[in-house]
């Protein structure tokens, strides 16, 4: 099966869990699609695996439906998420570059080239800078490719506070080293609603500066 064949699959598989779980819980494909801020046509063409989503989409309609993102990504059923106000197209906009940036940054690590990544999951390379500066929301499927391409889990892109896997085990992983802080500070990280500052704070720490640079002048200019 080619590199293009695996994506369209996966696809297929996404629209086919999404609509599985938008059915169960009742809702409409018009209701969903004016939470994205997107066309109840696009919507439907994402459920046949026609147009690919991006995880901040499909986060948004884990968020929507109540039913835990690794049910949508194909895992097993966990804990019900919280429902939450519709998230604005800002929102959706910032994840993305949020999401471009990490792979990026997990590119850079990894020292591969744009070109190498490109080829591993058969895109062209200005497709893949736009996913990195957050131009064009990469779609799951190939997000996936690379990161088994980088070696990097899934979670890593993930969106910490919407996700309750990633918040159980934020809690459950307290290092030796945290009881000789102080309370406060211990409060602060066991928080699940900082979970976002930290885990950003560890990742802005392991980029070289020249990087860290490059990828918040991008921001900048994206945003203005």
Known sequence: MSKQDKLLLRRRILGVLIRDARQAVGRSCQDCAA??????ARLEAIELGQQPISLPELEALAYLMEVPLDHLMGDQLLSPVAMKEPPSRQMLDLRN???GALLLQARTAAGQSREACAQA???SESDLSAYEFGRVPIPLSELEAL????????????DAEHNPVAQRAMRQQKPATMEHLPTELQQFVEEPLNVDYLR?????SQIP???LRMIAEALLEITY
């Not at 990161?147 to 993930?158: C, G, M, S």
Request: charged share 15%; hydrophobic share 50%; no cysteine.
């Open 209 to 211: 500066g020249d990087r």
């Open 35 to 40: 939470f994205l801020g997107i066309p109840a």
């Open 121 to 123: 999951i058969g895109v």
């Open 147 to 158: 990161a088994h391409h980088l070696q990097t889990p899934i979670e890593a892109f993930v």
């Open 200 to 204: 950003t704070a560890y990742r802005l």
């Open 97 to 99: 570059r949020i999401v």
